[in-house]
Nanobody, 124 residues
Framework: VQLQASGGGSAQPGGSLRLSCAAS????????MAWFRQAPGKEREFVGA????????DYADSVKGRFTVSRDNTLNTVNLEMNSLKPDDTAVYYC??????????????????WGQGTLVTVSS
């Protein structure tokens, strides 16, 4: 089972980036998929999640209104559209999958599968 994240890079404040995560080795269409991030010297934190069908999403307050999580079950992918980027968004971003129910979406300890991380740097 592998989760492969891509799309990281550099952006200026106010800019946009799109991250994608492709899953292989298992069908994750029945499970919640999410993005977490970890800045240098900080704990890994929840960014956003999407339920199995794609009709429910949730976000950390810090990204609400700026980031959008979506998924395509036909391609076994989850995406993170990031707009109005801020320097505080600089971090390594990880995609993850939990086999627990939707109530567990914000807890990193409830996630079984993790991608390798992709670096996002926001600076002028």
């Amino acid at each position: 089972v592998q989760l492969q994240a891509s799309g990281g890079g550099s952006a200026q404040p106010g800019g946009s980036l799109r991250l994608s995560c492709a899953a292989s080795g298992r069908d994750f269409s029945s499970y919640t998929m999410a993005w977490f991030r970890q800045a240098p010297g900080k704990e890994r934190e929840f960014v956003g999640a999407v339920n199995w069908s794609g009709d429910r999403t949730d976000y950390a307050d810090s990204v609400k209104g700026r980031f959008t999580v979506s998924r395509d079950n036909t391609l076994n992918t989850v995406n993170l559209e990031m707009n109005s980027l801020k320097p505080d968004d600089t971090a390594v971003y990880y995609c993850a999958v939990t086999v627990m129910n939707w109530a567990s979406r914000m807890s990193k300890d409830r996630y079984t599968y993790w991608g390798q991380g992709t670096l996002v740097t926001v600076s002028s």
